[in-house]
T-cell receptor, first 115, second 113 residues
Framework: AQSVTQPDIHITVSEGASLELRCNYS??????LFWYVQSPGQGLQLLLK??????LVQGIKGFEAEFKRSQSSFNLRKPSVHWSDAAEYFC?????????????FGQGTILTVHP | NAGVTQTPKFQVLKTGQSMTLQCAQD?????MYWYRQDPGMGLRLIYY???????DKGEVPNGYNVSRLNKREFSLRLESAAPSQTSVYFC????????????FGPGTRLTVT
């Protein structure tokens, strides 16, 4: 069965600083990988996704993520953080075949942005 | 196009009471899912429906039942609520695509006292 680990429960950065959120996954085949963002009191919004091809994927709001098969990682990055990026971020892995598109989520990383 | 809608937004129940959480999507998606979100645990799958007329258990199904009423609607029922079911519940849907991207509703915050 697949699993996802987000090692950082809480990260604090200053506005304008760069950001990297870590995600490690466990899955036997090529995974489908996602990053979602959740603002306080809101549902989840898809930031970006990886299925195949170019291992560096671009998403909304200036975010990007890099798939590294050798490290089983899919880290999320942003060059310059804005105060509005404060939210909780979830990495998720989806399996193919007969899993009917079920996603397994990591525990989440809460991002705090200092002015 | 409202996407995925959930009702109610908030609910307080006493232990032993029952209730049904409603979910509807207007994107003509085949698959629908119910998750619960608890602090530090991410989202955990309760039940899912791969297509109209089918439902299956997810990771944490105990204490819940579901009904796929039609292609649009997927409800989650708590027959006898327990304090351990205090959580935020999210419904999601997915269309026919190899990409498994799910679209989420705004959530229902449930407190069981």
């Amino acid at each position: 069965a697949q699993s996802v680990t987000q090692p950082d429960i809480h990260i604090t950065v200053s506005e304008g600083a760069s950001l990297e959120l870590r995600c490690n996954y466990s899955y036997g085949a090529t995974p489908y990988l996602f990053w979602y963002v959740q603002s306080p009191g809101q549902g989840l919004q898809l930031l970006l996704k990886y299925f195949s091809g170019d291992t560096l994927v671009q998403g909304i709001k200036g975010f990007e993520a890099e798939f590294k098969r050798s490290q089983s990682s899919f880290n999320l990055r942003k060059p310059s953080v804005h105060w509005s990026d404060a939210a909780e971020y979830f990495c998720a892995v989806g399996a193919g075949g007969t899993s009917y598109g079920k996603l397994t989520f990591g525990q989440g990383t809460i991002l705090t942005v200092h002015p | 196009n409202a996407g995925v809608t959930q009702t109610p937004k908030f609910q307080v129940l006493k232990t032993g009471q029952s209730m049904t959480l409603q979910c509807a999507q207007d994107m003509n998606h085949n698959s629908m899912y119910w998750y619960r979100q608890d602090p530090g645990m991410g989202l955990r799958l309760i039940y899912y429906s791969a297509s109209e007329g089918t439902t299956d258990k997810g990771e944490v199904p105990n204490g819940y039942n579901v009904s796929r009423l039609n292609k649009r609607e997927f409800s989650l029922r708590l027959e006898s609520a327990a304090p351990s079911q205090t959580s935020v519940y999210f419904c999601a849907s997915r269309g026919i695509t190899v990409h498994y991207e799910q679209y989420f509703g705004p959530g229902t915050r449930l407190t069981v006292t």
